[in-house]
């Protein structure tokens, strides 16, 4: 079945630090890939997402670019904050279901 | 946008009692609601697609007799937990969507405990 792997954590980094979360996926067809994050305390919201090969979901300086030939979503962001400081969930949606990766830490520090 | 409400947002039973989660999509009619359970430092597991009208369709290994799902309108679904047990301590989100296309919206989660 369709499945996603995700960079494990947690990730520790110095505020400012490049950021790349890894994850891949497996599924049939043609899925819609997201990113999700959870801060602390907090739901699930997403992030940004892409809809097809190629597409670049961008949001709050995040990025992700849909890479069919790689079947990769890394999450990149130039700089980050403290505030970034969260629990990030790469996920694909096929026919409906949402599938969710394990969940990467992130703590940055000032 | 789109809004999803998930009540409550914390609960502690007794083992032995049952507990009823909320999930409402607030300005959206959802045609499909999702229910997942996320383990510490787990990722989420689905539970559960819920459709409104129809049965909802169990994962494997999800007991459907334990976890009662109910899809009974385009704006609520619910979770019902029969005859807790500590180990069905965890974190339970809801999510919904109108299709798939429109993408999906979450609640805010449920922290159950079982005393």
């Known amino acids: 079945g369709d499945s996603v792997t995700q960079m494990e954590g947690p990730v520790t980094l110095s505020e400012e630090a490049f950021l790349t979360i890894n994850c891949t996926y497996t599924a049939t067809g043609y899925p819609s890939l997201f990113w999700y994050v959870q801060y602390p305390g907090e739901g699930l919201q997403l992030l940004l997402k892409?809809?097809?090969?190629?597409d670049k979901g961008s949001n709050k300086g995040f990025e992700a670019t849909y890479r069919k030939e790689t079947t990769s979503f890394h999450l990149e962001k130039g700089s980050v904050q403290v505030s970034d400081s969260a629990v990030y969930f790469c996920a694909l949606t096929n026919n409906n279901d949402m599938r969710f990766g394990a969940g990467t830490r992130l703590t940055v520090k000032p | 946008g789109a809004v999803v409400s998930q009540h409550p947002s914390r609960v502690i039973c007794k083992s032995g009692t049952s507990v009823k989660i909320e999930c409402r999509s607030l300005?959206?009619?959802?045609?499909?609601m999702f229910w997942y359970r996320q383990f510490p430092k787990q990722s989420l597991m689905l539970m559960a697609t819920?459709?409104?009208?129809?049965?909802?369709?169990?994962e494997q290994g999800v007991e459907k007799d334990k976890f009662l799902i109910n899809h009974a309108s385009l704006t609520l679904s619910t979770l019902t937990v029969t005859s807790a047990h500590p180990e069905d301590s965890s974190f339970y989100i809801c999510s919904a969507t109108l299709s798939g296309d429109y993408g999906y919206t979450f609640g805010s989660g449920t922290r159950l405990t079982v005393v």
């Open positions: 819920s459709n409104e009208g129809s049965k909802a369709t169990y």
């Open positions: 300005d959206f009619q959802a045609t499909t």
């Open positions: 892409a809809t097809k090969a190629d």
